[in-house]
Structure formats: C-alpha cells, structure tokens
C-alpha cells in the first residue's frame, strides 16, 4: 500500500476545513480524543501523494478503525481517506460483525451441499447406473465432466453478478438450476429418454457450480471478520464434503448393488427375469431421483427467505474497500505471477483429486472392493476431509501468514497416503484381485489422504484472494475454480481411451501431489487484504 503525505505546500486552508470537521465528528462520536494539540489532522481524512510522488485522484475511500482516530501528523499511513470532499460528507463506517453471519452461512452450506450431492450422483452407483441404462464407464465420467462444462459456461455472467448483484442473486440462481436439474431427471426411466434427461439435468446442475465452488471466500469478505475468513471458506468448502458424503450414504442406501446376471436370478427366491431386475434397479434410481428433487425445492425457499447479500455495516476494513470489476480485475491477475502459479498448483491439485473422488468406486472395485464398500469408503473420506478442513482453518487463522508452511505439510502427508493407495493397487492385482486386510488398508489410506486433501482447499483459496487483493473475491475465486474444473476435466476425459483402464489415476495423483509440493516450496505468498485490515504499509 502507498503512504500518503498531507499537501501542507498545496491544501488551502478552505480545503482543509472540511477535513478537520470531519476529523472532529468522528473523534467525539467514537469517544477518542486527540493526544495533543498537534492532532490537527489525521489519518483517516488526508489529501495527499502517493509515495511515489503522484496524486491519487480517485474518490475510492479507505476507512479505518476508530482506534486509529486522534494520530499526529507523524502516524499518515494508507488508511488515509483519499479526496477530502467525498470523505468529509461520508465519516468513517464503524465495524461490526453480527451473528446473523453464521445464518448466511448456514444456508448458502445448504445450496453447495445440493450442488454438490447432486453432481456426485452416479459415482456410488455406478454399477447399478451401467445396469440401468446401458451406460459405460465413459457415460459415467461425461455425468462428472458436466459440472465442469457448466461451470466454464456460467463462469463470465456468474464472476459478473457477485460483484455487481451480490450473494442473493448468485445463490438464487444456483439454487433455481439446481432445482431444475433434479426435476428433468425425474420425468422418465426409459434408457433412450432419461439418458438426455440425465445428462441435461447434470447440465443445469453444472451451472450453479461457479457460485458454489467459488463463493466461500466472498462469503468470509462480506460477514467475517479477518480472524474468521479461513474457517468461514473451510466450512464452505466442508460443504461440498458434506455433499459428497450424502451422495455416498443416500446412493448405495436408495439403490442396493444389485446383480442381474444369471447364476444371481437363479439362486434368488423371487423367481425374477433380467427384464424384473432391471426394472426393479431403474424404480430404486427413480427414488433416489425424486428425494435429491425434494431437498432442492426445500433449499430454493430457505434461499428465497433467509438469505442475504452483505450486512449494513461492514466486519473488517478491507470489506470496506471497493473491488475491481470483473475486466480489470483478470487483467491484473494475468499480471500477478504469485498469483498465477498458485492457482495452477491448486487446479492441479484439487482438479485431479476431485476427478478421482468422482470415479473412486470404479477404482475401487477394480480392486476387488464392492460398491457398497466403495461407498462407505466415500462417505467416511469426505466426512473426515470436511471436519479436518475446518480444523486445519481454524489452525491457519491462527497462524495467521504461515499458510505456505501448513499447505506444505498437507501436500507432504497427501503424497504418501495416496502414494500408499497405489501400491495397494498394484499390490491387489499381483494378488488377482481382493485379499485378507485390503479393505482395512483402503480405509487407512483413502480417508488420510482426503483428510490432507480437503485441508488444503480453504487455506489455497483465501491465500489467492489475499495476493488477487484489491480484485474482487467472486472474480478470483471464479478464475482459480476454472482452473480447477479444467484439470477435472481433462482427467477424465482419458476415461474415453479404449481399455486404458482405472488404475493410472492412483499414478496421476500422486505425481501431481508431490510436483504442487515442490513448486509451493519455492513460492513465496503476500497478504495484501491483511495488511489493509492491520494497516501495514
């Protein structure tokens, strides 16, 4: 930030008056007076040069907190106010955090939790979803690759509106095409018919993913306070775990691994044909259906009642302060090297990761695991991962600027947990397949490395906003997330290669846990909204 210096050369004393006018209200108002005589003007009402010698001509205002008010001349800094007229009409906004914070983050969980649940729909099911409609792993995969396509096709107009229409909008709209989503796959169960369906659905679903992967640091900015922001991203982020965890839990639940092959019709008790099962597989995915439909409407009106943009009083200083726009501010990010390289290294990471969460019971049962144990595997990961994420948060915040030591610690520890599930992997298949203590082995490693995994999203995310600082939260955190669905994508777009299998994916994991590792060692962070909200020039 830039220190000012007062114009005592230039500034009339007409042009001071209303400065010190304004100086004086807001010293009686909050309590602080002056410590000397010499207090005639003071931080928060200056027109002055940069340090660079040239004149901030803009009415762009920084407040500061009114423990500041009553400095001498001597303590000028960049909480100045930077036009002496638009200052003296407009006093310094006091801070304020209310509690109706933990409500607005409570419901836009709600609306991330069914985006994500939704998205993740088939992974647990994958095999009764193959039965079912005739699909392949690759149809799998493309239900996946849809919350990416949408993402990238929301992406412009959603970066857009949560600077210009704020919060409501935003997470209306996601909740509204969520909504719509879950109805068209709830139409029909005829293979021709509810494959578009399906896919169309998972295409409105996809829509809302900007908002929902994007918006926990924006949430922090609006109605947490700086001591707060990481843990109010963690539990942002916990809920796409928490959606995660649900499409885990509810899939195998609502729709049992069921075989329909021959030796498994005729040791049944029901005297059932192919025809009977199918049916009976394609009624359970119906119900299925039709509960993630009744949790949407639910989260459409919880929107529509109780949500909020931003309150009347700002939490922090650096709240306070106006945004770039979404043009400007992708310019100055495609100036930001730091910035640059950290988002790469966290689509990397997190791209990889989340494509390999999407098809981790196709992984696992290339081991030999069952889709229900595949399942349970799922859902006890992601749970762990989303409660260690608010740990590690809470952890971070209290570090305050050591995220770069923590987020090593975690790729560290990721890469040889996942470094240990291939070879398990490989280990299986020297085995032909399932054997006495895999399923423990599974367990041990899969819920530590998501542990580690999930860990690291809060932490990458509120580091990239504070170098993007001054651009916009919803602008970053938009354009770091395209990062990450760009990876996703093109992980499991190598799914479409003929007979190339699962188990590579292990491989890829851990290559890029270990290459994000050495990279992160040799970047070095900056915390630009920090400073603002401590005043460090």
Known sequence: MAVYQPLESEASQSDAEPILSAYRRTAASTGVAAR??????????????????????????????P?????????????????????????????KVYKYRWCILFVSSLVIIQEAC??????????????????????????????????????????????????????????TVCTIGTALRCISTDPSIATWLINAGHFFNGLSAPVCLSAGPLISAKW?????????????????????????????????DTKCNSTALANSTLNLTYADCVDGIRHNIRKLMFVELGYSVFVLLAVLLLLRSE???PPSNSSSVPRLDMIPGIKKLIRNGRYIIISLLYGLMNGVFSGWGAVLSLILGAYGISQTDAGFVGFTSTIAGGLASV??????????????????ALLLSSFVFFGCISLTGRLSINHGGYFTGLLAIVYITVVAGSVCQYGLIPITLELVVEMAYPVAEGVTSVVTTFCSCFFTVVFLAMLYIPGIGVLWMNWVLVSCTLLCALVMAFVQPRYKRLDEDLGVG
Not at 47 to 52: A, E, H, I, L, R
Not at 123 to 145: C, E, Q, V, Y
Not at 396 to 406: F, N, Q, S, V, Y
Request: contains cysteine; positive net charge.
């Open 224 to 256: 947490f306070p700086p001591s707060e922001r990481v843990t109010s991203t963690a539990v942002a982020s916990m809920s796409i775990e928490m959606g995660l965890a649900v499409s885990f839990l509810i899939g195998p639940f609502l729709v049992p």
């Open 118 to 175: 939704v998205w993740n729909t088939w992974g647990p099911i994958a095999d009764a979803a193959k039965l079912a409609f005739n699909w392949s792993d690759g149809s799998i995969a493309l239900l996946a690759n849809w919350g990416c396509i949408g993402f990238t096709t929301a992406a412009i107009p959603v970066s857009w509106a949560m600077g210009r229409r704020g919060l409501r909008t935003v997470f209306l709209f996601a909740a």
């Open 36 to 65: 000397d005589e010499s207090a005639t003007l003071t931080p928060d009402f200056v027109v002055g040069y940069s340090s660079s010698g040239q004149t901030r001509g803009s009415t762009e205002r920084i407040d500061v907190l």
């Open 311 to 313: 309150p009347r009083t």
């Open 391 to 408: 740990l590690t948060a809470r952890v971070a915040d209290r570090l305050g600027r050591r995220h770069k030591t923590l987020l090593l």
């Open 67 to 95: 423990a500041r008010v009553g400095g001498s001349k001597e303590d000028l800094d960049t909480d100045c106010g930077e036009n002496a007229e638009y200052n003296a009409k407009n006093p310094p906004r006091q801070r």
